[in-house]
C-alpha cells in the first residue's frame, strides 16, 4: 500500500486504470466463456436427442452425457464421458447411405443467423448426400459442422482488444417505449378493450400469461387493423365527399334552370309588351287615316282580337313557366334540407374523429399529435413576441407499483384523477397533455421559471395530499415534475430533453418533488 502515497500519485492512477482496464476485460472475457459454454452444452444437448434412437450402444452414452452437462459438470467426467464416445463412435462405421442429416442441417440452419454459416452448412448437407462424398463416418460429419459453428482458430485476446459484450433486449425497457407510442395513437373506439389489453400486458410484461413474442404479434395484428379501418373510414369519407359533390352540381343544375326559366319569363313578357305597343301604334296611324267609322270600329275589334289572343297565350305560357319555376323551387328547398341534414351528420363524424385524433380517452386531455402541434405554435409565439415560455413534464411516482398493488383499474383511476386535477388548475392560457403512460407534459406561456416553478409545486402538494381509495384500501399517489424555460437556440427536441432531464433529477434525487434546468 505505501507504494499507493501522494510522491506517486500519477503513477499510481496510471497502474491503477491499468488494473481496473485489464480486470474489467477479464469480465468480458469470463462472460463471453460462460456465454459460449452455456451454447456449446445447448448444442450438445440438441445433438444427443437428435441422435438418439441411432445406435443401441451410444444412446445410453448420449443419455449420460445429456444429463451431465444440462447445468454444471464436473470436469474429469466429462472427459472421461467424451472419450468413451469419441471411441464408441470411431468404432461404428456407417454407410455413406445410411447418414441422414437432413433434420440435423435444418435445426442447424434455424439456430444460426449467420448468412455466411447458413451457406456452409447448407454446402455441407449437400456434399453429404453426393455420391462423391469423403464424409463416411458420424464423428467425421460432427467435426465438420464444428469447423462451421465453432472455427477453431481464436485470436489471443489482448489488453487492446475490445470485446464485444453478447446483447440482451430489456423487455421493460421496450414495453415502455412501445406504451409511451400507445399514448401517441389515436385509437378508434371499436379497438379499445383489444389495446388496453395489450397496454396492460406491456405494462407487466414479465409477470404476463403470454409470451413477449406473442404480445408483440399481437401489437402488430392490432396495428394493422386499426390501419385497415383507418384506410376504410377515409374512403367511407372519400365516398360521402363525392356524393355532397354529386348534390352540389344537381342543385347547380336546378339553379341554372329557375334562372332559365325566370329569364324565359321575362323574354316573353318583353315580347307581349312590345306586340301591344306595336299593334296599338298601327292603329292610331290608321285612326288618322281612315276616313270610314265603320273601318275604323272593324280594324280597333281586329287589333283588340289579336292583343286579347297574344295576352291569352302569353299568360297560358307564363302559367307553365311558373309552374316550372315552383318545382324546381321545391327541388331545390327538399335537395337543401337533404343536404343540411347530411353535412350536420358530417359535422358530428368528424367531430368525433377529431376528438379522437387530438385526445387520450382515458383522461380527456390532449394527446402527443395536439402537443406537437401547440408547441410549434408557442414557439412560434415566442419567437415574434418574446415572451417567456416554460415545460413541465410530470410522472406519477412508483406507477407500475400501483398497478402491480392494487390493479390496473385502479391505476387508470389514478390517471384519470391526476389528470382532472392538472386540468383544473391549470390557467385557459396553459396547455396540458397525456404524453404516454404515466407522463404528463405542461406548456405554460407567458410564463417565467421562477412563476412556473410555484405553480408546479402548489400543483404537487395538492395531488399528494389528495386521498384516493381502491377497494376500501388508500391509494398513495405522488408526482414528480422537471422544468424548463426555452431559450433563443432551443429546438422542440432541445427544449424537450432539457425538460426531461429536470425529470430524471427529480426521480433520481427522491421523487415527489420539482426540479429546473
Known amino acids: 500500500m505505501g507504494f499507493f502515497t501522494k510522491q506517486n500519485e500519477d503513477l499510481s492512477e496510471q497502474w491503477r486504470k491499468k488494473y481496473l482496464n485489464l480486470f474489467d476485460e477479464q469480465n468480458k472475457v469470463e462472460h463471453t466463456h460462460q456465454e459460449k459454454e452455456k451454447l456449446l452444452r445447448q448444442f450438445i444437448i440438441q445433438l444427443s436427442i437428435i441422435t438418439e434412437g441411432r445406435d443401441k450402444y451410444l444412446d445410453p452414452i448420449l443419455i449420460r452425457l445429456r444429463n451431465h452437462i444440462k447445468d454444471e459438470f464436473d470436469l474429469a467426467i466429462l472427459k472421461m464421458e467424451l472419450k468413451t464416445f469419441n471411441e464408441s463412435v470411431k468404432n461404428m462405421p456407417v454407410a455413406k447411405k445410411n447418414l441422414k442429416a437432413d433434420l440435423l442441417f435444418d435445426f442447424l440452419v434455424r439456430q444460426y443467423k449467420d448468412s455466411a454459416q447458413q451457406t456452409a452448412l447448407r454446402d455441407l448437407q449437400k456434399l453429404v448426400n453426393s455420391e462423391e462424398t469423403m464424409i463416411e463416418q458420424v464423428s467425421d460429419l460432427f467435426i465438420e459442422i464444428l469447423k462451421i459453428i465453432e472455427p477453431v482458430e481464436q485470436k489471443p485476446l489482448n489488453s487492446e482488444e475490445i470485446v464485444e459484450p453478447v446483447v440482451y433486449v430489456d423487455v421493460n425497457v421496450v414495453s415502455q417505449q412501445l406504451l409511451q407510442y400507445f399514448g401517441a395513437l389515436a385509437i378508434p373506439a371499436v379497438f379499445e378493450q383489444p389495446a388496453e389489453l395489450l397496454k396492460e400486458a406491456l405494462l407487466n410484461p414479465n409477470h404476463s400469461t403470454m409470451l413477449f413474442e406473442e404480445i408483440l404479434n399481437d401489437l402488430v395484428k392490432l396495428l394493422l387493423r386499426i390501419k385497415e379501418y383507418s384506410e376504410a373510414e377515409q374512403q367511407d369519407i372519400d365516398q360521402f365527399l363525392l356524393h355532397i359533390a354529386n348534390q352540389l352540381s344537381e342543385l347547380n343544375v336546378i ?20 306586340s301591344v305597343f306595336t299593334q296599338i ?4 296611324v290608321q285612326a288618322i287615316k281612315v276616313k270610314s267609322l265603320d273601318i275604323l270600329k272593324e280594324n280597333v275589334n281586329q287589333c283588340f282580337k289579336t292583343i286579347a289572343a297574344e295576352i291569352k297565350a302569353h299568360h297560358q305560357q307564363d302559367q307553365e313557366q311558373q309552374q316550372k319555376f315552383q318545382d324546381h323551387m321545391a327541388e331545390l328547398v327538399n335537395k337543401m334540407i337533404s343536404l343540411e341534414l347530411e353535412s350536420e351528420n358530417l359535422k358530428a363524424e368528424l367531430k368525433v374523429i377529431h376528438t379522437q385524433a387530438t385526445h387520450d380517452t382515458l383522461t380527456g386531455l390532449s394527446n402527443r399529435n395536439a402537443y406537437n402541434q401547440r408547441l410549434k405554435d408557442e414557439i412560434a409565439r415566442y419567437k415574434r413576441y418574446h415572451t417567456p415560455l416554460t415545460m413541465a413534464i410530470w410522472d406519477i411516482d412508483h406507477f407500475k407499483n400501483i398497478n402491480d398493488t392494487f390493479g390496473h383499474k385502479a391505476g387508470d383511476k389514478v390517471l384519470a384523477l391526476t389528470a382532472n386535477q392538472l386540468q383544473e388548475s391549470t390557467r385557459d392560457t ?32 395538492l395531488i399528494t395530499a389528495t386521498g384516493f381509495n381502491a377497494n376500501g384500501k388508500a391509494v398513495p399517489v405522488t408526482i414528480s415534475c422537471g422544468l424548463t424555460e426555452f431559450v433563443d437556440d432551443d429546438t422542440e427536441d432541445s427544449f424537450f430533453e432539457r425538460a426531461d432531464k429536470a425529470l430524471y433529477e427529480a426521480k433520481n434525487t427522491g421523487r415527489n418533488r420539482c426540479c429546473i434546468i
Open 281 to 284: 301604334r298601327e292603329l292610331q
Open 430 to 461: 396553459d396547455f396540458i397533455s397525456r404524453f404516454g403512460g404515466e407522463e404528463f407534459v405542461m406548456l405554460l406561456p407567458n410564463t417565467d421559471i421562477t412563476l412556473a416553478l410555484k405553480l408546479a409545486e402548489d400543483l404537487r402538494e
Open 255 to 274: 339553379v341554372t334552370e329557375t334562372n332559365a326559366a325566370a329569364n324565359s319569363s321575362v323574354k316573353s313578357r318583353n315580347k307581349l309588351d312590345q
